[in-house]
């Protein structure tokens, strides 16, 4: 059967049944795209030894060369074929994984994994996820898998399933329905240095100060302007409309996200919980920027915790 009548007679979500994954399985290896769910937000993948699959994430995506991408492993052991893999990226590993902690670790010369992936580093991401589909189709291929979030480059990420179709469409290829995504932000992205050191180069749900515990000293206070990971773009995570940050009283033609004591027309969390916040960021982010209003407003949430992350993530779409 060809692509094309395969699509006209299967769906583009499908439920995430065993069925399913098996089907996924074979489009990946085959180097075809698949949108999965993830615990942090569905992720659009491709086998990432592959120089022409990694080339369909770029093209659906409209994602500039230039952005790394996160590779995706069932384990540590595959893992550290893939990079150098020191004490400190042990620890990390052994601590946080399978879980929502990327680390950027010097690439293995004779990790295969096409040169795009890395957009020319000499280094690679890595995570090791915990959301029981991802980690089912990757069992199922047994390869490495690159896979950023399924939208469009630079808009909202998506957190459902639905999200992934009205961003990508088609593009997507197939979509895994696995409902929605529990963490609801993006991986915490921290990068070992080889001199030493460490520096966080993407807040998310694994704190700065869990990572500090584990390897016993603070990041790095200095900060590198270059792209060397995801979501570290100055425009990022946007809406079509534009965003208003810190808003305790919405104008008329604003959609006003609440949290905490500021209601607003949908509340991020009513009772102040920045992990609940988190999980519902991207959700209310589509309904506002789906909504009859011109432009979109935020109420202030507090700089601690899941809330570094949150407001990452605001200020980047209102940039």
């Known amino acids: 059967m060809s692509e094309a009548s395969r699509a006209n007679r ?15 399985a074979e489009r990946l290896r085959a180097g075809g795209l698949v ?7 569905y992720g659009l993948a491709a086998r990432a030894d592959s120089t022409d699959a990694v080339a369909g994430i770029y093209r659906a995506k409209g994602r500039p060369s230039f952005n790394p991408l996160i590779v995706h492993v069932a384990d540590i052991e595959h893992a550290a074929r893939l990079a150098e893999f020191d004490d400190r990226a042990m620890r990390l590993a052994q601590q946080f994984w399978p879980g929502a902690l990327t ?4 690439l293995r010369a004779e990790a295969g994994l096409a040169p795009a992936v890395t957009a020319g580093l000499a280094t690679v991401a890595l995570r090791c996820p915990a959301h029981p589909i991802m980690r089912a189709v990757l069992a199922e291929t047994a390869l490495p898998l690159a896979a ?4 469009r480059s630079g808009a909202i990420s998506p957190s459902r399933a639905e999200h992934v179709l009205e961003s990508l469409g088609e593009a997507a290829g197939m979509i895994l329905d696995g409902g929605a995504c529990p963490a609801g932000i993006e991986s915490t992205i921290v990068a ?6 460490w520096q966080v180069l993407r807040p998310g749900p694994v704190s700065a100060e869990a990572i500090a515990d584990v390897l016993g000293e603070p990041a790095l206070a200095e900060r590198s302007d270059s792209i060397e990971a995801p979501g570290q773009l100055a425009s990022h995570y946007a809406p079509a409309k534009p965003v208003r940050l810190g808003v305790v009283e919405a ?3 604003e959609f006003h996200i ?9 509340s991020l969390s009513a009772s102040g919980d920045t992990a609940e916040a988190a999980a519902r960021l991207y959700a209310l982010l589509h ?25 990452d993530r605001l200020r980047r779409a209102a940039s």
């Open 10 to 24: 299967e769906p583009l979500i499908r439920p995430a049944d065993s069925e399913s994954v098996a089907a996924a």
């Open 251 to 253: 104008q008329a033609d």
């Open 192 to 197: 070992l240095r080889k001199a030493g050191g």
């Open 148 to 151: 950023p979030s399924a939208n």
């Open 103 to 106: 680390l950027v670790l010097p």
């Open 287 to 311: 309904d506002a920027d789906a909504s009859s209003r011109r432009r979109i407003a935020v109420a202030p949430v507090p700089e601690a915790g899941m809330g570094i992350a949150i407001n």
């Open 258 to 266: 609440g949290f905490g004591a500021v209601a607003g027309d949908a």
């Open 35 to 41: 949108a999965l769910p993830t615990e942090t937000v």
